[in-house]
């Protein structure tokens, strides 16, 4: 059984406990100091503070806190993404770091799984009924209790929501109930022998509408196009079409093969030279993998360092979400143990993209630096050299910042990647460097007020950062806000999305001095 434990009593009352032995041959009786992690945290008079295990002693006492034992059962509910192969191997590596044997059991149904986790001893630690149908079935699975954690490749939306209200529960984003364990891209995907290599957003568009029917239109060979897709539930779907689809004002009008799996979906690509569909990054084999042009020219490679920072144009953040409250004890550690350095093996080696921290230079940004200089309306040619000048001997780091809509408020994944970077700082990992905050912004408005606005968003994330860190690291560290405004847009500036990741804070580290 599993076990969870509520809180002591109050200041107000009485802390008094005893504690026996099992065998009943030791009594301590002390004041309760704190309950934590299954240890008793007692001071008793004469002797001091005592730690002792729960399970060693019984607790008599009205301090003693309320043990609730679970059942080793748990359902995780949600997106074939994050379902089919991640968490299983996070499964594995959590049993791993447990001391437990790892068996998954397939059923006749490649969306219904079971995952068991098995103690040394011979007693089932962790049973895990593992359903990966869509984002879209993690919330009604949540509100029916079906599921104690459910995943999704997409943030929860307001549709979400109101299923999750019809059962009594609020909203889950922006809380600690909202995860997010990893970065994703969903790549759309051609025959292997078909001969384009990239397509437009708004070309993508017309296929999903039925308004380009031939590959002849795009460059390829005189042969019918064939969509691939999922259905409503899925969350690769909704990212496609809200990306890529419906800002162009079209949607998926075409007639389209809807897929229950992503290797269904790749097979049938394989099988087709005329088709095209969309999976997950990690599920892209064999295939001919697009690069995204944006509609004012901007190439959108699925790199692991564009995924990384959100520069994709179809990157993703693949999440966990919790109901309020307590939560079966299992499923909060294998979480935490997920959010750890030991889960990135595990995740890179399902095929996702872990947060290990990769290095790109300024010369490495060559279509980028392009566009700023011949494309951008509000270009700053003194801004420009300023730039050129201050990172050309700096390493950008693969890390991003961006903010919640409207507000200088870190949003819940930027917070996590600071709290990632402390701790690098910590161990004083860029002992040496100067730790560069540059902050850009969309081209809505004046270039003189965003430069502004950027400058304010890294001068908040410096703010942050030198509220999180020791005061050994800060002595050791110079951080350095900058701001470049409008300049190095990752995406288009003509969608929301596309202002949404250009509105970032980005670290780079540099020599001091050295310019």
């Not at 986790?117 to 962790?126: A, S, Y």
């Not at 050309?392 to 809509?405: E, T």
Request: proline share 4%; aromatic share 6%.
């Amino acid at each position: 059984m599993a076990l969870a434990f509520s809180g002591a009593a109050n200041a107000q009352e009485d802390k008094t406990v005893t504690l026996k032995s099992v065998g009943g041959e030791l009594k301590l009786i002390g004041e309760l100091d704190e309950f934590a992690d299954g240890t008793y945290f007692i001071t008793v008079q004469g002797m001091g503070k005592i730690q002792i295990n729960m399970n060693d002693v019984t607790c008599e006492g009205a301090a003693c806190p309320v043990i609730k034992q679970y059942a080793p059962y748990f359902g995780i509910y949600g997106s074939r993404t994050v379902g089919t192969n991640l968490i299983p191997n996070l499964m594995r590596g959590y049993a791993k770091s447990v001391g437990a044997t790892y068996e998954i059991v397939a059923t006749e149904n490649a969306a219904e799984r079971k995952i068991r986790l098995t103690n040394p001893d011979g007693t089932l630690r962790l049973e895990v009924d593992l359903q990966s149908r869509g984002s879209g079935t993690a919330f009604p699975a949540l509100a029916d209790g079906s599921a104690v954690i459910g995943v999704a490749d997409r943030r929860m939306k307001d549709s979400d929501l109101a299923k999750l209200q019809a059962a009594g529960i609020g909203e889950l984003r922006d809380t600690d109930n909202e995860i997010v364990i990893g970065v994703d891209g969903i790549v759309v995907i051609l025959n292997p022998d078909n001969p384009v290599r990239n397509l437009t957003s708004e070309e993508i568009s017309k296929i999903w509408a039925g308004e380009i029917t031939n590959w002849l239109e795009l460059g390829g060979g005189d042969y019918p196009i064939n969509i691939q897709s999922f259905g409503k539930s899925s969350g690769d779907r909704a990212i496609l079409l809200d990306r890529i689809v419906r800002p162009h004002g079209r949607d998926e009008t075409s007639n389209v093969t809807e897929n229950k799996s992503y290797q269904g979906m790749v097979d049938a690509v394989i099988a087709d030279r005329g088709g095209i569909g969309f999976v997950g990054r990690s599920f892209a084999n064999g295939v001919n993998r697009l690069t995204i042009r944006e509609d004012c020219g901007l190439l959108s490679p699925p790199t692991d360092f564009r995924i990384k920072i959100e520069g994709y144009s179809l990157s993703r953040r693949l999440y966990m979400y919790t109901k309020p409250g307590d939560l079966h004890p299992e499923a909060a550690a294998f979480i935490e143990w997920s959010m750890t350095d030991d889960a990135q093996p595990y995740i890179e080696e399902a095929g996702f993209v872990g947060r290990g921290l990769e290095r790109m230079r300024l010369e490495d940004m060559g279509m980028m630096l392009i566009h700023t200089a011949a494309v951008e309306p509000d270009f700053n040619p003194r801004l420009y050299v300023k730039m050129m000048q201050e990172l050309r001997n700096a390493d950008r780091l693969s890390i991003s910042f961006r903010f919640q809509p409207g507000s200088s408020q870190l949003d819940v994944e930027s917070v996590r990647n600071l709290q990632e970077l402390a701790a690098r700082m910590e161990k004083g990992e860029f002992v040496g460097n100067e730790v560069l905050l540059v902050g850009f912004a969309d081209s809505i408005g004046s270039e003189v007020r965003n430069t502004k606005l950027a400058r304010k968003r890294a001068l908040a994330v410096r703010a942050e950062m030198e509220r999180v860190l020791s005061p050994q690291a800060l002595a050791q560290l110079k951080l350095t806000p900058l701001s470049y405004g409008e300049l190095l847009p990752l995406s288009c500036n003509e969608s929301d999305v596309g202002r949404a990741r250009n509105r970032r804070v980005e670290v780079w580290l540099r020599v001091p001095g050295k310019r």
